[in-house]
């Protein structure tokens, strides 16, 4: 029987599928092809949403298959956004600013422009000069380039680093963390070039579409993430399905096993790790348009863990588990802490959730992983019988260690 | 011929004969009469004039001069028209309040026409000031020699030096003493009379270090730019500046413009400021705006008016160029003698090489108190990870819960060191609880999946952070030391450190000794090394690992509060403060060496000595410090993966 890409991964097909659905019931519903009962913020944080599930499944991949537990994958996100900022802010100042030497007598010169561009975006951190890392950020493709090769050669050189030196498991996690502390210390510095802890804003605003209303472009953007997210969990499900699946997977369960039978493992890893971290700078490329601002509090360690957290939650080693814990616990989080909840009254205290959200969140995180360690894609077991790993027949090999399914079980 | 010699010399005589009989009696004079003798000088003081009174004042050694002299300066001595008389007065209604000069008793009242007011001009009232500050340095009371002495330092004058150095003799507080040779040596320096005086007084500060000798030594090599077409002839030189080397082109041409040897370049704006200022009718000199938009066009359009003369000829690059290749750029000291500017730059480098030793202690210290501090943040995580090999994340806001109780502790026991006594103990029985509490609910079902206790304790941080920020708020609470550990410990100008760094200090060895102690010589120790080596055969031999793994983890969190209540007392108590600690705690205990608390002691001092030296290096920026310290961490864990201290053999585990 052959087994074509769509019958080996039935998730792609329902997921495609669930996601080509829902962003037509959005454009349906929105303010701007629809009859408006979506908000246009609304859309854009269901917009976000959608980038924030890309870098989930991203994360899944590195963490539930190949069993990396990476603190850092949010700082690539934020990479990205900084990349894709950078342009955003250059050309719409720049238009502002030629609009404005226009109106003077004499005609500017391109210095005359660059000079008070750098004035205008500098200014607030005291300086008028452009630092060497805007180099190239009077080009959209060029900065564009950047999105993927900034956060993909950082990927690569510390991914290289690390796997060279044969760093593994909590020690891998610890030393990732301390990646994306360096980089958001770095970047909160004015030094940095990129405005310190002013970070970069007024993102929203695309150069040369002011006529475009914010809901066209919301519900715009809204599809091209849902594009980014639909290819994305396309690329994921054919990187981890077939015979790399399977190594990198082995990885996960033993790697010496792995690298005693000849596979070249810091090469499978590196791999894993550098195409996640592009895809992340990808998703942060179209989140931070869409959230208007960035600066270096979004790198910071926190984000990344949430990042964890959220595929935790989803359930690690299924795609579509680790996508849906993104939207899920972020939607929830936006929610809670938008103080639309309402509160409850226990008669001596009231339980402001605004509050008590990070407790709830933080307890029920500590519930999942010690009593449903498969989270919210585990649901979908009860209701198919078709199991991710299909029953064996027969021998299972010299003892249990060769089928262990589950990360980290135990080898007796 | 003859008479007029002989009247010159009677009158000399005449001139001189009152004085010298007045010094003569003065033992058994009063102030009143000593003034009388002077009577002239003292009602209307000139400059020249005052001197011979204040000479006789001083020679009288009358206790009541110095007060006479402060009074005098004040303008609140008085002469009665009547009699001659000196008072002081004091005005009431239409009537002066006068009291004896000599004995300050009340001398009855005067009309105010009867008294005339003594105005001493500003030259008269400094030599009165010169002469008072020598009584005041002699004063019997230390508290005003003291008082003068700060007066002196604060701003150093020439004329005090020859009073400041006849009071030495008669100094008999040996402090004192030693405060006014110092001052002497630093105002001769400055203000000695010869060449050879100064340069002596130089050479004797060299072996200083405080700050005001070096400020001295400074205001001695205080520097001027200048600017000629050749070296002046004859000035002392410090240095000859190179354009482009020492000083950037345009800073050297600035200062030409400024000396009034160049003409000013013009700016951009200005250049576009004078074509704007100049448009004929779409086009300036001859190019039309359109054209403007270049460089090219504007330079063609200036040179157009330029030669028409509405504007000065442009500056070239050229122009600017040949200026710069035509002039030496050079600092000339203020202090003329090359021979005194040569000592004190031979002295100043003999100080500033002590100082950078100084520092360099004193950078020594800050660097062992940072170790000290990340010591004790780590220890507890050098026994959870480290000995037990559970990861958790939750150890930071053990750290603060231990802060927050010794916070509670100080709102119940207002005593301060009381309360720091309670707060210990109770700190470790706090975070023992919870670190028990913990495994005993969540760690013991993840032994063998060390990434979701990660996850999980990292769960638990979040909940505990914001728990704490319900309770307590957001803002940051004190924990307030006692006052004996406020101060410092102050070794010279350079180097101190504070008491509370010292007492942190202690703690961590302290502790470093207790778990050395707990974990090698114990009977808990020995069972804990044994569940942490293999459970399974601690398990045979009689040993309930459950129990050694709760009580372990309670002793490494009850660790982590005591250096809670620590840190507190240095830093801020907020919600936060465990979050701040966590990532370079487990940087210290991997970059120590897992499993081993010298390990965690090695990479405590390794990273407190690595942020203070980059520090060093960039004192205004401890972000960038944290951010090379980390990246220095993730290359040294390249080169050795398993830290510092690395285990070996069957202890390290695989």
Known sequence: MTRTFLTQNRSVFWFLLALGIFALIVTVLSEAAGNGMISTSFVKTLGKTLCLMLVAVAMDVVWGYTGILSLGHMAFFGLGGYMIGMWLMYARTEIIVTESLLAAAIPPTPQEIHDSIGTQIFGVVGSSEFPAVWIFAHSFWLQIAMVVLVPGLLALVFGWLAFRSRVTGVYLSILTQAMTLALSLYLFQNESGLRGNNGLSGLQNLPGLDDVPQATLSIAFFWASAVALGLGYVLFAWVTSGKFGSVIRGIRDNESRVRFLGYHVEGYKLFVFTLTGIVAGIAGALYYPQAGIINPNEIAPIASIYLAVWVAIGGRGRLYGAALGAAFVSLLSSWFTSGAVPSVPLGFYTIQWTDWWLVLLGVSFVAVTLLAPKGIGGLFDLVTTRHPVPERIGDFGPDKGARRTVEGEEEK | ?654
């Open chain 2, 1 to 654: 011929m003859l008479r007029a010699l002989f009247l010159a010399l009677a009158l000399i005589l005449g001139l001189c004969l009152p004085a010298s009989r007045a010094v003569a009696q003065d033992a058994g004079q009063d102030l009143q009469a000593i003034l009388q003798t002077h009577a002239e000088e003292v009602a209307s003081p000139g400059r020249r004039s005052v001197g011979t009174v204040i000479d006789a004042l001083t020679a009288s050694g009358l206790p009541g001069v110095p007060l006479f002299l402060e009074r005098w300066a004040d303008r609140s001595v008085y002469q009665r028209s009547g009699d001659g008389l000196f008072y002081y007065a004091e005005k009431q209604g239409n009537e002066y309040a006068l009291s004896d000069i000599a004995t300050g008793e009340a001398a009855g009242t005067a009309p105010a026409s009867e008294m005339t007011e003594i105005r001493p001009n500003g030259g008269v009232r400094r030599v009165i000031g010169t002469a008072l500050v020598q009584f005041q340095l002699s004063d019997p009371d230390i508290a005003r020699r003291t008082a003068a002495l700060d007066a002196i330092s604060r701003s150093p004058e020439a004329d005090q030096l020859e009073p400041l150095r006849n009071s030495i003799e008669g100094e008999t507080d040996a402090g004192l003493l030693a405060r006014k040779e110092r001052l002497v040596g630093m105002l001769a320096a400055r203000y000695g009379d010869t060449q050879e005086a100064r340069i002596a007084a130089i050479e004797a500060l060299s072996d200083a270090i405080a700050v005001d000798v070096r400020a001295v030594l400074n205001q001695i090599l205080t520097t001027r730019p200048g600017v000629a077409a050749e070296l002046p002839e004859g000035a002392n030189i410090a240095r000859t500046l190179t354009p482009g080397d020492d000083l950037t082109e345009a800073e050297a041409y600035a200062q030409l413009v400024e000396a009034g040897l160049a003409p000013a370049a013009q700016t951009p704006a200005q250049i576009k400021a004078a074509l704007t200022d100049n448009i004929d009718g779409g086009s300036v000199g001859g190019v039309p705006i359109g054209q403007l938009a270049t460089e090219a066009g504007r330079d063609r359009a200036y040179a157009a008016l330029a030669d028409a003369g509405t504007v000065p000829a442009r500056v070239t690059e050229d122009d600017v160029e040949t200026a710069l290749a035509s002039h030496v750029f050079y600092e000339e000291y203020t202090e003329s003698d090359s021979a005194i500017t040569d000592a004190a730059r031979e002295a100043l480098d003999e100080i500033e090489t002590r100082v950078a030793l100084n520092q360099a202690l004193d950078l020594g210290l800050d660097a062992l108190s940072l170790a000290s501090i990340y010591f004790l943040a780590a220890i507890g995580l050098a026994i959870t990870f480290g000995v037990m090999g559970v990861i958790n994340m939750a150890h930071g806001e053990f750290i603060m819960m231990g802060a927050y109780t010794g916070y509670v502790v100080q709102q119940i026991i207002p005593d301060y060191t009381l309360s720091l006594i309670v707060a210990l103990p109770l700190a470790f029985a706090v975070t023992f609880g919870a670190g028990v509490a913990m495994e005993r609910l969540v760690i013991r079902w993840l032994y063998h999946r060390p990434l979701e206790t990660l996850l999980a304790t990292f769960g638990i941080s979040i909940a505990l952070q914001q728990l704490a920020k319900n309770i307590f708020g957001t803002q940051a609470r004190p924990l307030t030391s006692p006052s004996w550990l406020d101060g410092a410990w102050v070794i010279n100008d350079v180097v101190s450190i504070a008491n509370i760094r010292i007492a942190i200090f202690v703690l961590a060895l302290i502790f470093l000794g207790l778990i050395l102690f707990v974990l090698n010589k114990t009977r808990l120790g020995l069972e804990v090394r044994a569940v942490t080596q293999n459970p399974g055969m601690a398990a045979s031999m009689g040993i309930n690992p459950d129990k050694i793994n709760m009580l372990t983890f309670g002793l490494g969190s009850g660790i982590a509060g005591i250096a809670g209540v620590a840190i507190g007392l240095y830093a801020k108590v907020t919600s936060e403060m465990g979050a701040d600690y966590i990532v370079q705690s487990f940087m210290t205990v991997v970059v120590g060496g897992v499993g081993n608390v010298w390990g965690t002691l090695a990479g405590a001092g390794l990273i407190g000595i690595l942020q203070k030296g980059i520090e060093f290096f960039n004192p205004s920026n401890t972000l960038a410090a944290q951010t090379y310290m980390i990246l220095f961490i993730i290359l040294f864990i390249q080169f050795r993966p398993k830290g510092i201290v690395a285990l070996k053999g069957r202890a390290a585990g695989d």
